[in-house]
C-alpha cells in the first residue's frame, strides 16, 4: 500500500524533472542556433565585401589589359559568390532550425505549466 501511494505522489514530480530537463536542452538548442546564425551572417558580410574587391580588381585588370590577373580575379569572384550562396542557405536552414527550436521551447513550458 505504501508503495503504491509513494509512486503516485512521485510520479509527478518525475514527470515535471522530465519536462524542464526538455525545457533545458531546447533552451541549449535555440542558443546553439543563434550562435551558428550569427557565425553565418559573419561569414556573408566577409564574403559580399571580397565580392565588392574582386570586382573592383577585375574592372582593374581590364582596364589596364592584364589578361592574366583578370582571369584569376574573376575565378575568385566565382569562388567567393559560391560561398556566399553556400553561407546564405546555411542561415536559411538555421534560422528554421531556431523557429523550430524556439516552438518547442513554448510548447514545452506551455506542458510544464498544465502540470
Known sequence: MFAVLALVVSAPR???AQ??????????E????????????RDIRHDTRDIRQDRR???????????????RDARDL??????????VRDARRDRRDLRQ???DVH?????NSTR
Request: aromatic residues 0%.
Open 14 to 16: 518525475v514527470l515535471a
Open 19 to 28: 519536462g524542464s530537463s526538455a525545457v533545458k536542452q531546447d533552451r541549449k
Open 30 to 41: 535555440v542558443r546553439h542556433d543563434r550562435r551558428e546564425l550569427r557565425g553565418d551572417r
Open 57 to 71: 580588381d577585375v574592372r582593374q585588370d581590364v582596364r589596364n589589359g592584364d589578361t592574366t590577373d583578370a582571369r
Open 78 to 87: 566565382r569562388q567567393d559568390r559560391r560561398d556566399r550562396r553556400r553561407d
Open 101 to 103: 527550436d524556439r516552438r
Open 107 to 111: 510548447q514545452d513550458q506551455k506542458k
